[in-house]
């Protein structure tokens, strides 16, 4: 177990390695943010810009290099740098808004704000799968099977976007009518609260009910599909007919013989459902006006801030692979044929 | 039948029609209650936005002598907004903006992914090995980044081929591995063999004779790319990273309610809302409606 954990994570490099090169050129290449200052600077002054001016910027931002020197220099940090940049060394590069923003520092402190978001809308999506999936399953061809496909069919269609739009005012209306602040629909937390770690939590549970509840709303109907599919070919198989003929109780018959086989094709996608809840962080976090790394990559994207969009890039890789990981491990805690040795 | 003394076997010749497989398929997926009825939502909300425009006595343009913010009336059936545009007249608009970009996905992402996954379950080995490696690259860089900063680094306004030719190229890649797998298979069947003893080469094999077998896996996920691009398009629009004004947008028409859900100008929210939701509910069901059609194992008896 050890071994495979130890393989697969070495394998995790080349395939981020891979996928930084491809968004780096793409967003490298698209963008060029001293054009745009200069242009900025330029509308400002009303004078052209002065030579040294542009290649200062270029210095500072390593434009004066070509897209794969760049890269190699984001990576490694090797060569002739101002000290800022570097990822190997523990540097994530100068991002074009200047001093006032660290990149390092930004991702690090918005990265649990996201994370918080994005594992419990996850588990609850994956969650809500399984239980609906089921439910369809044993009642199949019955009005409540029927309900709940509908049902699914229907948040499949739904953009988040939407739904996140629907459910902030529709919880500031619900506050109103209370009047009472159940729901907190703007902000990850209380602004300026400080504590520890778990009274941070606490602080921000009434800010993620909602932006959970949509994200959860969007994310399960792929799965529960696949749930309901496999359980009902898991309770026509031959040995739920057998454990049954032997007398065992209906509920220990779904429980112990027919679910935990029935999991294992869920399994595969969880690792789906997580990038996908990292996709509506960016939407919830705009909408719900949270400051975490979701509002930052859009931030970055739309500055064209290379340095700061590779940042994103790079984590939210992270989780997506390791989310792969962990549902690999999943296979072989759910099913006994897979051994990892 | 006719009375005359024909010899019988040319009688039942007669009576039982030649049915092809598309017949079949075309059959069975018009017992589909959901699908049929969807199918011919989608129908009216295509004609809606492509033929609406010229029956519609407003464009989506604004308009000095339409009032701003005006409750739905006669003259604006679905209201008007605070620059003065006729909610209708937009509506027409964005939904034929989204359906364009939906078809363009759908068809040069299926285009794309049928040919790559054909290409790589067909060779096997190392280029099988290789172009598989590629897939696990773009499943881990975020969709939304990449689309979102290819489409916001134009310059000039963003158009709707802008937007349908980025997620084209970033939206194939399930595609990509249903019809591998499909291929996997297939290579190993004997027509196959045949044409290649036959002397066919490898792209024939490929175009002629893999990617037709698949035709079932492409159409089913064809529905399905037609309901993302539609998602992914708006929420790209909403985001301010797609379609820009003057032009149009169903992602735009939301953001530019904002948060008008439950006060007096909800219908700037529902409106173009509940169309996305048709749209890709719609379409969802007309692909399953497919894939039960489509599918060898399913017997006529509906239960």
């Not at chain 1, 027919?258 to 919830?284: W, Y």
């Amino acid at each position: 177990m050890v071994v495979f954990i130890i393989r697969r994570t070495l394998m995790m490099i080349p395939v981020l390695l891979g996928a930084t090169i491809l968004c780096f050129v793409l967003v490298d290449v698209a963008n060029d943010p001293v054009q745009d200052r200069i242009f900025e600077i330029q509308q400002s002054t009303g004078e052209p810009v002065p030579q040294s001016t542009v290649d200062a910027l270029e210095k500072s931002w390593y434009y004066d290099r070509s897209v794969p020197e760049r890269y190699w220099i984001w990576l490694t940090g090797l060569g002739e740098t101002n000290g800022d940049i570097g990822l190997l060394q523990g540097e994530w590069g100068p991002s074009i808004k200047g001093t006032a923003m660290d990149i390092g520092f930004e991702v690090s402190t918005r990265f649990w704000i996201t994370l918080r978001l994005v594992l419990f809308a996850t588990l609850a999506s994956i969650g809500l799968a399984i239980l609906a999936g089921v439910v369809s399953a044993v009642k199949q061809y019955s009005r409540t099977d029927y309900s709940l496909t509908f049902l699914g069919f229907l948040f499949l269609a739904m953009p988040v976007f939407w739904l996140g739009s629907l459910f902030k005012e529709g919880a500031v209306q619900l506050n109103n009518i209370l009047g009472s602040t159940i729901f907190q629909t703007y902000g990850s937390g209380t602004t300026g609260f400080q504590g520890n770690g778990w009274e941070v939590f606490v602080d921000s549970l009434p800010y993620l009910i909602v932006p959970t509840l949509v994200l959860m709303l969007g994310g399960y109907a792929a799965i529960s599909r696949y749930q309901r599919a496999s359980m009902l070919e898991v309770m026509n198989s031959d040995y739920v007919r057998l454990a049954r003929a032997k007398g065992v109780r209906n509920g220990t018959v779904m429980r112990r013989h027919a679910l935990r086989t029935a999991l294992i094709p869920v399994a595969t996608f969880a690792p789906l459902s997580l990038s996908a809840a990292m996709g509506g962080a960016m939407v919830t976090e705009s909408i719900f006006g949270w400051r975490g790394l979701g509002v930052y990559s859009l931030d970055a994207i739309r500055a064209g801030d290379t340095f700061a969009v590779m940042a994103y890039v790079l984590i939210s890789g992270l989780v997506v692979l390791i989310g792969v990981l962990i549902s690999d491990i999943l296979y072989g805690v759910l099913d006994p044929r897979i051994r990892y040795e | 039948m006719s009375n005359t003394a024909a010899p019988s076997l040319d009688a039942e010749a007669i009576t039982t029609k030649e049915r092809g497989q598309w017949a079949m398929v075309a059959r069975r997926f018009f017992r589909h209650r959901a699908a049929v009825v969807s199918l011919v939502l989608f129908i009216l909300i295509v004609l809606f936005a492509y033929l609406g425009p010229f029956f519609w006595k407003w464009d989506y343009k604004i308009h000095s002598e339409i009032p701003s913010w005006a409750a739905p009336s006669l003259d604006h059936p679905f209201g008007t907004d605070k620059a003065g545009r006729d909610m209708l007249g937009a509506m027409m608009q964005a939904t034929k903006q989204s359906l364009n970009v939906a078809l363009v996905v759908a068809i040069g992402s299926t285009v794309l992914g049928a040919l790559y996954g054909a290409v790589a379950g067909f060779y096997r080995g190392w280029i099988d090995a290789v172009m598989m490696r590629f897939l696990d690259v773009m499943f881990v860089i975020p969709f939304l980044v990449i689309t979102g900063a290819l489409a916001g680094a134009i310059d000039t306004s963003v158009r709707w081929y802008h937007m349908a030719i980025i997620l084209a190229v970033f939206g194939w890649t399930s595609i990509a591995r249903a019809v591998r797998a499909e291929v996997l298979s297939l290579r190993e069947k004997e027509f196959i063999e045949a044409a290649r003893s036959a002397g066919g080469s490898d792209w024939h094999i490929i175009v002629k004779h893999l990617i037709p077998n698949t035709m079932s896996v492409i159409i089913v996920s064809v529905t399905l790319q037609i309901a993302f691009a539609i998602l992914s398009e708006t929420t790209l629009s909403f985001l301010g990273l797609g379609i820009q004004s003057p032009d149009t947008s169903l992602g735009l028409l939301i953001e530019a309610a904002g948060a008008s859900a439950f006060n007096e100008r909800w219908y700037l929210f529902y409106i173009p809302g509940l169309m996305i939701i048709l749209i890709a509910l719609t379409i969802n069901f007309i692909g399953d409606g497919l894939r039960d059609a489509m599918d060898p194992r399913q017997t006529m008896v509906r239960r």
